[in-house]
């Protein structure tokens, strides 16, 4: 039996080239400003990872079913409603500083926001860097 393989992985497009394609100026302005905050937090480049979204360093993970992969370990996504940012240590821990981020939205693993001047940078900052940090101390 072949194992699935993940959709969504690294590759060598361009980042630059993608938010440089992002037609709406101020979802590029933002993502330009999350590329260069996830940048400088992970001390890691940004990375395509599938058609549409910019990922920061990767873990790999092995599920009890037996299925394994890599991902990226926090990212982000301009989406047409909202930008994602993808925190994939999800919400949970971090109750506080979600109460004090602004507008937002989540999912499992999903932040969406509108535009960055909606919310704190400086909580959402510290919010991207504990993820980073505890899926690194998780997977190395």
């Known amino acids: 039996m072949a194992k699935a393989q993940n ?3 690294e590759n060598e497009a361009s980042v630059d080239s993608f938010l440089a394609s992002v037609s709406d100026q101020q979802k ?5 400003a999350l590329k260069s905050m996830m940048e ?9 990872w599938g058609a549409s979204i910019v990922g920061f360093g990767t873990y790999h993970y092995k599920y009890d079913s037996g299925r394994e992969g890599d991902f990226m370990k926090v990212g982000f996504s301009p989406r047409a ?3 994602t ?8 821990r971090y109750e506080a500083l979600i109460n004090k981020l602004g507008k937002h939205k989540t999912g499992k693993s999903c932040l969406y926001i509108k535009k960055l001047e909606d919310i704190d940078l400086d909580v959402l900052e510290e919010l991207v860097k504990e993820s980073y940090n505890l ?3 998780k997977y190395g």
């Open 28 to 32: 590029r302005s933002d993502c330009l």
């Open 40 to 48: 400088g937090i992970t001390g890691s480049p940004a990375k395509m």
């Open 135 to 137: 899926m690194t101390e």
């Open 85 to 92: 940012v993808y925190i994939i240590a999800g919400f949970d």
């Open 81 to 83: 409603q909202n930008v």
């Open 7 to 9: 959709k969504t992985t």
